[in-house]
């Protein structure tokens, strides 16, 4: 990397004013590969680019005259210069995309999409379980997907239990059942724990699950037809009667979940590209085995005066670079990057083909994921303009014109107990839900909300009195007059001048009328169909989601934990041992006697009392 000191060359004029001569670090700048960023004079990263040859790339932004306002106005704020020198325009590629990921400039084209996807599991256990898996892959296992979504991947367990009736529960339950659960009384597991299927039974269950999520549905089909009447023949009514049930169920999931390909069982995701009133949309779609799994639709940020192909090759860099690839890219626009396509083949250790060139199943697989990429833009569209509907009517009402980040806060706890606040962000028309905080409250008199509004307002605001965070334009307060006193009593602690108005509950907590408390202790109620109280109202109701959501999971995990220990003669290494042995409290809650001396350290009397004392 070439020295921070040598790139930056600031010159300081009238009022503070910094201009930026770039010829210097230009005529330093090698005829070699790498990745150069631009920083503004407060030393944010604006841009980060890679370079098949620094010089003439980093050189075209100060020479063009026909770039776009966009790229005109970056390069005025433009304070300082930094490059990093690769081996190889793959390597600057590399390096592209994790600063890109990590830094999060201003100027770069960002798809915000940092969630693992799920797959369909089958477990490497005697009597293979069927779950939902999102992480690694573990070789001991069988994989299949990835789905673009988790509703799509569980959609496909529940359809395969109608047809297979495969187990889902955990090893820690399948190993301690003394009879079979709910799902096999209504027809979703055929109950191997208690042996109430055969091995070979339950095996042949699993290979045909296995096809089915190949793709191999005829075979499937072909495979339960041939069982069915030979089943029949032999006068196993029963047996040819489930059969047909199968069959049933089979064509049930042709019919709903699965888009067949009529070819070969390809493994494709296909990429499509819509742009419409300065806004981008690229949907994705995954076919594996031949199969159309779902899609899923991403809105790119800066990308709305951009090429297409400079949008969809920010997206497959961004997207498959440090994560699985199909063998095949199918792309409704030119990538123009043949690096990339180098790349993703070395990191899956196979070719990977990008093609723009479209026939039979994968111009089905295009079309439909162009008209899903359209459809989705013009509904993100619609909402939008909703959304800007909303928040001009609050900056009217509030007579806030530039009003554009708002943050609000919320208590929650029951009785006192297990007490979090949550700070939820709304900015650009959207919630930020990666901007959202949860705060722990601890060392105050339970179910005191004041204390706890205190100390979470103070922890968030105290970052941005040193320079972390940034800086809301308005501040909403769950809560009446009180809860706005200590908020303003807190915004005076940290010196901070921020707009503040709490949102307090209408009569009967009814939605619809709610006051508006400002910190002059006057009280504003909205019309019930106004727009800008629909904001405030979905704004709040966040923020209580938010938090509600995170207070029953930490009230969770603490009342798991104390359960057991409440039990006398149970300490800590005979809690590990039931938790481990079980799975969970809920399985230990479940467990008979007799079950529970199974534990090491466990004797029938102690399980008696764990029994008593859980039920």
Request: aromatic share 6%.
């Amino acid at each position: 990397m070439n020295d921070a000191s040598n790139n930056k060359i600031i010159t300081k004029v009238a009022r503070d004013k910094i201009e930026f001569d770039p010829k210097p670090v230009l005529d330093s700048l090698p005829l070699l590969p790498g990745v150069y960023r631009y920083y503004d004079a407060k030393g944010e990263v604006l841009y980060v680019g890679k370079a098949k040859q620094l010089k003439k790339r980093v050189s075209s932004y100060f020479q063009k005259t026909n770039i776009s306002p966009r790229i005109r106005l970056m390069v005025s704020h433009i304070a300082r210069i930094e490059t990093t020198v690769t081996r190889s325009e793959a390597e600057a590629l590399l390096l592209e995309n994790n600063l890109i990921k990590s830094l999060k400039p201003r100027y770069n084209i960002l798809f915000r999409d940092d969630k693992s996807y799920p797959y369909i599991v089958l477990t490497g256990d005697d009597f293979p379980r069927l779950t939902y898996y999102r992480g690694a892959p573990n070789r001991q296992h069988q994989y299949f997907g990835p789905y673009p979504n988790s509703h799509a991947a569980k959609e496909s367990i529940q359809l395969l239990q109608k047809i297979f009736r495969i187990r889902t529960c955990e090893n820690s339950v399948f190993n301690n059942r003394a009879r079979p659960c709910l799902l096999h009384q209504i027809g979703r597991c055929t109950a191997p724990c208690v042996k109430l299927i055969s091995d070979e039974d339950y095996r042949a269950d699993i290979r045909n699950a296995v096809l089915l999520l190949q793709g191999k549905h005829q075979e499937v089909e072909q495979t339960l037809s041939q069982s069915m009447q030979q089943a029949a023949e032999a006068q196993h009514y029963e047996q040819a009667a489930a059969l047909r049930d199968q069959l049933r169920a089979l064509h049930t999931v042709q019919q709903k979940q699965f888009v067949e390909s009529t070819g070969s069982a390809t493994d494709a995701d296909i990429i499509a590209l819509a742009q419409e009133n300065g806004m981008v949309c690229v949907n994705l779609a995954m076919v594996r085995g031949g199969r159309h799994l779902g899609d899923k639709s991403f809105f790119p940020e800066h990308a709305d005066d951009l090429p297409a192909a400079e949008i969809v090759q920010a997206f497959i860099a961004q997207h498959y670079l440090e994560r699985s690839v199909p063998p095949l890219l199918v792309l409704n626009e030119e990538c123009g990057d043949e690096t990339l396509a180098q790349l993703l083949s070395e990191q899956a250790g196979r070719t990977v083909k990008i093609s723009t060139a479209a026939s039979g199943d994968r111009k089905q697989w295009l079309e439909m994921g162009q008209r899903n990429a359209l459809l989705a833009l013009q509904q993100r569209i619609a909402q939008q303009g909703g959304q800007q509907r909303r928040l001009d009517k609050l900056r009217e009402w509030l007579d806030m014109p530039e009003l554009q980040r708002i943050e609000c806060f919320d208590i929650s706890h029951t009785m006192g107990e297990a007490t979090q606040a949550s700070c939820v962000v709304y900015e650009n028309l959207d919630m930020r839900s990666a901007q959202y905080r949860r705060y722990n409250i601890t060392g105050i008199t339970p179910g005191d909300d004041y204390a706890a509004m205190r100390q979470a307002l103070t922890r968030r605001y105290q970052k941005l009195t040193e320079g972390e965070g940034a800086r809301p334009d308005l501040v909403l307060i769950d809560g009446g007059l009180g809860q706005l006193h200590i908020a303003m009593e807190v915004m005076q602690e940290l010196g901070l001048d921020l707009p503040l108005v709490g949102v307090a509950k209408g009569e009967e907590r009814k939605a619809g009328l709610e006051q508006l408390i400002f910190p002059d202790g006057s009280a504003k109620q909205m019309r019930s169909d106004d727009p800008a109280l629909h904001l405030i109202q979905q704004i709040r109701d966040e923020a209580h989601r938010f938090a509600i959501t995170g207070h029953r999971a930490k009230r969770g995990k603490a009342r798991t934990a104390s359960s057991l220990e409440e039990i006398s003669g149970v300490g800590d290494k005979r809690r590990r041992s039931l938790l481990t042995h079980f799975g969970g409290l809920r399985e230990v809650a479940q467990a008979s006697v007799e079950q529970l001396c199974q534990v090491e350290g466990i004797s029938k009397a102690l399980a008696e009392k764990i029994y008593q004392q859980l039920h």
